[in-house]
């Protein structure tokens, strides 16, 4: 028959140093990871300054720079310059989170290219990266990070 | 500050969690982990309140679900009645302040340097862009769950069919609060773990002595917090599932596990893992489980045992895949193909890039030391079935999944094993309490 086999006495006096070590060992390296070289106490630009994913945080910080610019019910769209279509597919779902009330539309989705109809309408264009050579519009505001565009209004023939 | 002001209306489902939290039969838990209890059992329970109150057509209003969860926390209480051997607070060893002390220092330390590492923008993780963040701004905004945006092509990466409970909370803190905070979202990650530290020394002190509760706690907290800077898991749904499935594993560890009260609240909390993330249920199935196993004179009666234990997380997930087949937006959990069609021969990659992945974080360390420590503690007592057991199944599922994908699943696990692997290491840490005394052994 079954049986617990196990109830539980005091252990002996020395018994919590091993786990003690343990805790001890992870928790200094915890600490020694800290990004103490990149100011740790400078208050970072993004969320992802100083995190394995870094090298998003422009286009975070961008995104994040157009939510006064962009009005809701607005269409948006998020380009990389040059493109790139995996940041592209990250942007974007950076602008669905960031910009709530507007309509974000895949430059890119999962890495891959979207048939440029998709996001050919959207009534603003951000561009994280380098300003391009043809402007997409009007533009709005210049960053570090990139640039953000009023698109031109589309002619009837160019549909 | 907004970010402040969002992480503190997380407070206010802890409210829901008093009735039950505070019933006598956890009179022998301090009052720091009685709160903590309240808290993650509040949780639980405002978020199935959430997804109730949608099948229901009732719009979210924080007041309402608020009351609405604490009156079904209340009618719990009502169901159980007070063991007969009440508990009393575990007497004060005399001996082990030193011991006491470095514990509560290196807890302390650990969770200073999650804070530290997320106020930085050094620990968070993409996801929290991706889906958890979105899902739970719109719902905020709808007060709902918004069937259409779920709906929405556009948002397929969104993975509709997650379970509810960690956008539900940032729902109902962005209510509260009256917006999204990304930054407050992160904080979850020492939040909660400063819970577990305050909460779990006071669980396991029933069974191995104050001293080693309190340095198997450090243990816990200090393995989640070096894994979880390294994996980047602020503002996803990693510590959540932490916290709930750390807190139930404590319960059915105690003294207490054969108390329905007990085994009431880690039901609770094994549901409130299973509707954190997908790898919760597996989580929760195999403790529900491996208790029988493991602990086979307090799962006794079984029947109404295994009811304490699974029917709140039946009810949770019911819940959830009513509402999903009602609006035909999901019937079930998605996979990557049909549930036995596996790639075996992908078994070596799968392998090779899941230890790189565990290198990669603190090369291996959080596991490792865990493991080294339970090895130290050998004999372990019965109960070793249980947190060993679990981290088998998880382990088992995990590469199961793994398997499933017709590519090369080799980027997929370079960014998911770390993560998924890390309840492995709360196990680990815990199993590490259960050596038999010295006078027990052969």
């Given at each position: 028959m079954l049986?617990?086999?196990?109830?539980?006495?005091?252990?002996?006096?020395?018994s919590?140093?091993?786990?003690?070590?343990?805790?001890?060992?992870?928790?200094a390296l915890?600490l020694?990871?800290?990004?103490?070289?990149?100011?740790?106490?400078?208050?970072?630009?993004t969320l992802f300054d100083?995190?394995?994913?870094?090298a998003?945080?422009p286009?975070?910080?961008?995104?994040?720079a157009?939510?006064p610019?962009?009005?809701?019910?607005?269409?948006?769209v998020v380009r990389t310059?040059?493109?790139?279509p995996?940041?592209?597919?990250f942007?974007?779902?950076?602008?669905?989170a960031?910009?709530?009330?507007r309509?974000?539309l895949?430059?890119?989705f999962?890495g891959?290219?979207a048939?440029?109809?998709v996001?050919?309408?959207?009534q603003y264009v951000l561009?994280?990266?380098?300003?391009?050579?043809e402007?997409?519009g009007r533009l709005?505001l210049?960053?570090p990070d990139?640039?953000?565009?009023q698109?031109?209004p589309?002619?009837?023939?160019s549909? | 500050?907004s970010?402040l002001?969002?992480?503190?209306?997380?407070l206010?489902?802890g409210l829901?969690?008093i009735?039950l939290?505070?019933?006598?039969?956890?009179?022998?838990?301090?009052?720091?982990t009685?709160?903590?209890?309240?808290?993650a059992?509040g949780?639980?329970?405002?978020?199935?309140?959430?997804?109730?109150?949608?099948l229901l057509?009732i719009?979210?209003?924080?007041?309402?679900l608020?009351a609405?969860?604490?009156?079904?926390?209340?009618?719990?209480?009502?169901?159980?009645?007070?063991?007969?051997?009440v508990?009393?607070?575990?007497?004060?060893e005399?001996?082990g302040?030193?011991?006491?002390l470095s514990?509560?220092?290196l807890s302390?330390?650990?969770?200073?340097?999650a804070?530290a590492?997320?106020v930085?923008?050094?620990a968070t993780?993409p996801?929290?862009?991706?889906?958890?963040?979105?899902?739970?701004q719109?719902?905020a905004?709808?007060?709902?769950f918004?069937?259409?945006?779920?709906?929405?092509?556009l948002?397929?990466?969104?993975?509709?069919y997650y379970?509810?409970?960690?956008?539900n909370?940032?729902?109902?803190?962005?209510m509260?609060?009256?917006?999204?905070?990304?930054?407050?979202?992160?904080l979850?990650?020492?939040?909660l773990?400063?819970?577990?530290a305050i909460g779990?020394?006071?669980?396991?002190s029933?069974g191995?002595?104050?001293?080693r509760a309190?340095?198997i706690?450090?243990?816990?907290?200090s393995?989640i917090?070096?894994l979880?800077?390294?994996?980047?898991?602020?503002?996803?749904?990693e510590m959540?599932?932490l916290l709930?499935?750390?807190?139930?594993?404590?319960?059915?560890l105690?003294d207490?596990?054969?108390?329905g009260?007990?085994?009431?609240?880690?039901?609770i909390?094994l549901?409130g893992?299973?509707?954190?993330?997908?790898e919760?249920l597996?989580?929760?199935i195999s403790?529900?489980?491996?208790?029988?196993?493991?602990?086979?004179?307090?799962?006794?009666p079984?029947g109404?045992?295994a009811?304490r234990?699974?029917?709140p997380?039946?009810?949770?997930?019911a819940?959830w895949?009513?509402f999903?087949?009602?609006?035909?937006?999901?019937?079930?959990?998605s996979?990557?193909?049909?549930?036995l069609d596996?790639?075996?021969d992908h078994?070596?990659?799968?392998l090779?890039?899941?230890?790189?992945s565990?290198?990669t974080?603190g090369h291996t360390l959080?596991?490792l030391?865990p493991?080294?420590?339970?090895?130290?503690?050998l004999?372990?007592s019965?109960?070793w079935?249980?947190?060993v057991?679990?981290?088998?199944?998880l382990t088992?599922?995990?590469?199961f999944?793994?398997?499933?994908?017709?590519?090369d699943?080799?980027?997929w696990i370079?960014?998911?094993?770390?993560r998924?692997f890390?309840?492995v290491?709360?196990?680990?840490?815990?199993a590490?309490?259960?050596?038999?005394p010295?006078?027990?052994?052969p």
């Amino acid at each position: 028959m079954l049986k617990d086999d196990d109830r539980f006495q005091p252990s002996t006096p020395n018994s919590p140093l091993f786990p003690l070590i343990g805790a001890a060992l992870l928790a200094a390296l915890a600490l020694a990871g800290l990004p103490w070289k990149e100011g740790l106490f400078r208050r970072p630009r993004t969320l992802f300054d100083r995190s394995a994913a870094r090298a998003v945080a422009p286009g975070y910080a961008l995104v994040a720079a157009a939510v006064p610019l962009i009005p809701a019910g607005a269409t948006v769209v998020v380009r990389t310059e040059p493109r790139d279509p995996e940041a592209e597919t990250f942007y974007h779902r950076f602008a669905d989170a960031l910009l709530p009330g507007r309509r974000a539309l895949p430059a890119s989705f999962y890495g891959r290219f979207a048939p440029p109809e998709v996001s050919r309408d959207a009534q603003y264009v951000l561009i994280v990266g380098a300003r391009p050579i043809e402007p997409p519009g009007r533009l709005l505001l210049e960053t570090p990070d990139g640039t953000i565009w009023q698109a031109s209004p589309r002619g009837p023939d160019s549909r | 500050m907004s970010g402040l002001l969002w992480l503190g209306s997380l407070l206010l489902v802890g409210l829901a969690g008093i009735p039950l939290a505070f019933h006598p039969a956890f009179a022998r838990f301090p009052f720091s982990t009685r709160i903590v209890l309240a808290a993650a059992s509040g949780a639980a329970l405002v978020s199935f309140v959430m997804t109730a109150a949608v099948l229901l057509a009732i719009p979210w209003s924080v007041p309402w679900l608020v009351a609405a969860a604490a009156a079904l926390g209340a009618a719990l209480r009502l169901l159980l009645r007070a063991p007969a051997r009440v508990g009393v607070p575990p007497a004060r060893e005399s001996s082990g302040r030193l011991l006491l002390l470095s514990a509560g220092v290196l807890s302390a330390a650990a969770v200073a340097a999650a804070l530290a590492a997320t106020v930085a923008g050094a620990a968070t993780s993409p996801d929290l862009l991706f889906f958890w963040g979105p899902k739970a701004q719109q719902f905020a905004f709808a007060r709902s769950f918004d069937a259409s945006f779920m709906r929405d092509e556009l948002h397929h990466h969104m993975h509709a069919y997650y379970p509810p409970l960690v956008t539900n909370l940032g729902a109902f803190a962005s209510m509260t609060a009256g917006r999204m905070s990304w930054t407050g979202a992160t904080l979850t990650f020492p939040l909660l773990l400063g819970a577990l530290a305050i909460g779990l020394p006071g669980m396991l002190s029933d069974g191995p002595g104050r001293a080693r509760a309190a340095a198997i706690a450090a243990l816990t907290i200090s393995a989640i917090a070096y894994l979880g800077i390294e994996a980047d898991i602020a503002g996803n749904g990693e510590m959540p599932l932490l916290l709930f499935e750390t807190l139930a594993i404590a319960l059915l560890l105690s003294d207490s596990a054969s108390d329905g009260p007990t085994q009431l609240l880690a039901g609770i909390f094994l549901a409130g893992a299973a509707s954190a993330k997908v790898e919760g249920l597996p989580f929760a199935i195999s403790a529900a489980g491996l208790f029988f196993a493991a602990r086979p004179s307090a799962a006794r009666p079984f029947g109404p045992t295994a009811a304490r234990l699974l029917f709140p997380m039946v009810a949770m997930l019911a819940a959830w895949f009513a509402f999903g087949a009602t609006r035909r937006i999901f019937f079930g959990y998605s996979g990557y193909g049909r549930f036995l069609d596996l790639y075996p021969d992908h078994l070596r990659a799968v392998l090779s890039a899941v230890s790189r992945s565990l290198w990669t974080t603190g090369h291996t360390l959080p596991w490792l030391v865990p493991l080294v420590c339970v090895l130290l503690a050998l004999p372990l007592s019965r109960r070793w079935i249980l947190p060993v057991g679990i981290a088998a199944v998880l382990t088992a599922f995990f590469l199961f999944t793994y398997l499933h994908r017709a590519e090369d699943p080799s980027l997929w696990i370079s960014w998911s094993a770390s993560r998924i692997f890390s309840p492995v290491a709360m196990l680990l840490a815990v199993a590490a309490s259960l050596g038999k005394p010295a006078a027990a052994r052969p």
